[in-house]
């Protein structure tokens, strides 16, 4: 229906002319370059990769620096800037800043450089820390820790790995030295974990104290420092106090770079755009004068590049259809309306070869019942406004988000529509406020009827849709088939069906069994009983016996065929299904009147309306919430299992044109 017809076109030009022509094409995005159906005889390929990573490189310095500058400088943004979608800048602009881009990349490395050295600045501070933290059991000490003694006497400094008094220790070094003659031992500090001293003897005795401090667990310090430890401590914190000074004009100095942001980005998508080219580049067969490319075009943009490209080079541009066994990359066309739903289409999978594309019929249906899940016009209304004020004021949202909200947007309206058939604003709020507030019930009347009133008759008309959208299904299916000119595929997987449902169908309607559920007594004339069961009949022997065409064996053909019309248990369990529409509808207006009646539940008067104001607000966000992604998920439940399972696949592979894929913004095309 929408697929767009695929040629591949195949453009062999002038190497001279090879960068402008490849900026052409990714100017234009609208050409899938593929060359690996071209002949390699005679043609070499360029080694573009040093230079595609040169460029990457370049890229991804740049977004590292855009990054840090998020960090220190943020861009002031709104909830919704997510939906502003790329900034359009200037082809003058542009050029402006690939021109500069040598002092622009220095800026970037600045921003980088700065982001290292306070780095480095904070892991120095680190380390200070930890050496300070070594010297505070030594800060009473009176001379350095790397000091002996004198020319008489020796000096141990150190500590022990438990807490013990000046007593204790020289009571263990009397009991390990007691030929020690001379021996002064003083405690520097002590806590819970270690005990630190200082030991004076005699150079001739050292070697004896040594021994004996060793025994009871003494261990020099494994940081020495030629400074007294309080004045290397005041060195420390001196050296931190700088360095935190250096880490905040590090950052000032990169919040400085901020006004260079805008110029980061288009550079950094600069870069990126020639990647792209290089790496396409690569893939292009070419000989000493002249370079071959190849590629996807849709049909109807085929003799307009041709012509383009003829225009302004001298080239050769051939076209042709695609061969019948070549599997084409898939792009659609639908109309503004209608393109709102690819997106759902495109998360199944896009048409298959051969396959028609659903999404027009598609579109219908998933407005319609959704809009039948939802059913409150108050809902509606707020769905339909939101979404519309959002694509009027970021009219440069991505593509996929425009199509969401557009398709929301459209589902708000049919919900509207939905909500006055049944009577549903915020539930039942105008009764319960009247009633309440004013003392005289008063409701806006339902244009058709009340579900929670009527339940079963919502029921019956969901079954309804159900099966016209089942139906529609099976349809789409024949055409293909007459499409293909599969007559008998046509007349046995098609006809054959319609015929057997259709006859149960008219079998069911007058039955009892009908009755009880819709309360509807329905009186056929006789002749329109024989007919259906008849009808009937015929469709179930038919797919008895045809079914299983494929088989020449008479029992497996009957076989098959009886499995076939088994599967009417799998018609009967889709029309089932869409008896979410009743349970969706239901829940959105019981909800919607819990919260409405808890509400006012505080009586009237200035708290019960505060209370009402309050209840109702946080009530109604959240029923809204849940039930549109209720009526979301289910609403494409229906389209992926029950109608697509009638007549579509999916699988094919999507278009991929080569285009500019920018990260930040898009250049503005001049228009001549």
């Not at 040629?7 to 022509?21: E, N, V």
């Not at 800060?139 to 400094?157: A, R």
Request: aromatic share 10%.
């Amino acid at each position: 229906m929408s697929v767009l017809q695929m040629q591949r076109i195949s453009i062999c030009a002038m190497k001279k002319d090879r960068k402008a022509i490849l900026e052409e094409l990714q100017r234009l995005g609208v050409m899938e370059i593929e060359t690996s159906r071209m002949p390699s005889e005679g043609l070499e390929k360029m080694d573009t990769l040093e230079d595609r990573q040169k460029f990457e490189k370049q890229a991804s310095i740049l977004d590292q620096a855009l990054d840090v500058l998020q960090e220190y400088a943020p861009e002031k943004t709104s909830m919704l800037s997510s939906l502003e979608g790329k900034k359009l800048v200037e082809r003058k602009i542009y050029q402006d800043v690939v021109s500069n881009r040598e002092s622009i990349l220095d800026t970037a490395q600045h921003i980088l450089l700065m982001k290292k050295k306070e780095a480095e600045a904070k892991a120095e501070i680190v380390k200070l820390l930890a050496q300070k933290e070594t010297l505070l059991p030594w800060l009473s000490l009176s001379v350095p820790m790397d000091y002996e003694g004198t020319k008489k006497t020796k000096v141990f400094i150190g500590s022990i790995g438990s807490v013990m008094t000046q007593e204790e220790v020289m009571a263990k070094i009397a009991e390990a030295a007691p030929d020690l003659t001379a021996c002064d031992v003083e405690i520097v500090s002590a806590d819970k974990d270690q005990t630190c001293l200082t030991a004076v003897c005699l150079r001739t005795e050292a070697d004896l104290l040594e021994e004996a401090l060793r025994s009871a667990g003494f261990s020099r310090p494994a940081q020495t420092i030629t400074e007294i430890p309080a004045k290397e401590v005041e060195k420390i914190e001196k050296r931190i106090s700088e360095a935190d000074k250096e880490i905040a004009d590090f950052g000032k100095e990169i919040q400085d770079q901020a006004g260079h942001r805008e110029n980061l980005k288009t550079l950094s998508d600069y870069y990126r755009t020639r990647a792209q080219r290089y790496e396409v580049l690569g893939q292009v067969p070419q000989t000493r004068n002249t370079f071959v490319i190849s590629g996807y075009i849709a049909k109807k943009n085929a003799a307009k590049l041709a012509e383009k490209l003829d225009r302004e080079y001298s080239l050769s541009v051939e076209i042709e259809d695609l061969p019948e066994e070549e599997e084409a990359p898939v792009l659609l066309e639908n109309g503004k309306a209608t393109r709102s739903v690819e997106g759902v289409l495109e998360s199944f999978g896009l048409p298959a070869k051969g396959e028609v594309d659903p999404t027009k019929i598609m579109f219908v249906f998933y407005v319609f019942l959704f809009g039948l899940m939802l059913s409150d016009a108050a809902y509606g209304l707020i769905i339909f406004v939101a979404c519309a004020v959002l694509l009027k004021k970021y009219p440069r949202m991505s593509d996929g988000m425009a199509k969401s909200l557009r398709m929301f947007m459209y589902c708000g309206i049919s919900t509207l529509v939905w909500g006055i058939l049944f009577g549903g604003y915020f539930g039942d709020v105008v009764n319960v406020v009247s009633r309440v507030f004013f003392g005289h019930e008063v409701g806006i009347p339902a244009l058709w009827f009340v579900p929670l009133n009527d339940p079963m008759k919502l029921l019956i008309f969901s079954m309804l849709f159900g099966l016209i959208h089942l139906f529609t299904g099976l349809a789409i299916k024949g055409y293909m088939c007459l499409r293909d000119k599969r007559y008998m595929d046509f007349f046995c997987d098609v006809v054959l069906w319609f015929a057997f449902l259709i006859g149960l169908i008219l079998m069911l309607l007058p039955s009892s069994l009908f009755y009880s559920i819709s309360q509807m007594h329905i009186v056929f004339p006789a002749a329109l009983e024989t007919f259906s069961k008849v009808l009937a009949i015929v469709g179930a022997v038919g797919l008895l016996l045809m079914s299983g065409r494929s088989s020449k064996n008479p029992a497996l053909r009957i076989a098959l065929g009886a499995y076939d019309l088994y599967n009417i248990t799998g018609w009967l369990s889709d029309v089932l299904s869409y008896s979410r529409l009743l349970a969706l509808g239901l829940a959105t207006g019981v909800i919607a009147s819990v919260v409405n009646q808890m509400g006012s539940m505080a009586g009237k008067g200035v708290f019960g309306a505060i209370v009402f104001i309050i209840v109702f607000i946080i009530g109604h966000i959240f029923n809204i919430a849940i039930n549109l992604l209720g009526a979301y998920v289910h609403t494409n439940r229906l389209q992926y299992v029950e109608f697509f399972g009638k007549f579509y696949e999916g699988g094919g592979r999507a278009f991929n044109p080569f285009k500019a894929n920018t990260k930040y913004v898009d250049v503005k095309e001049e228009t001549k």
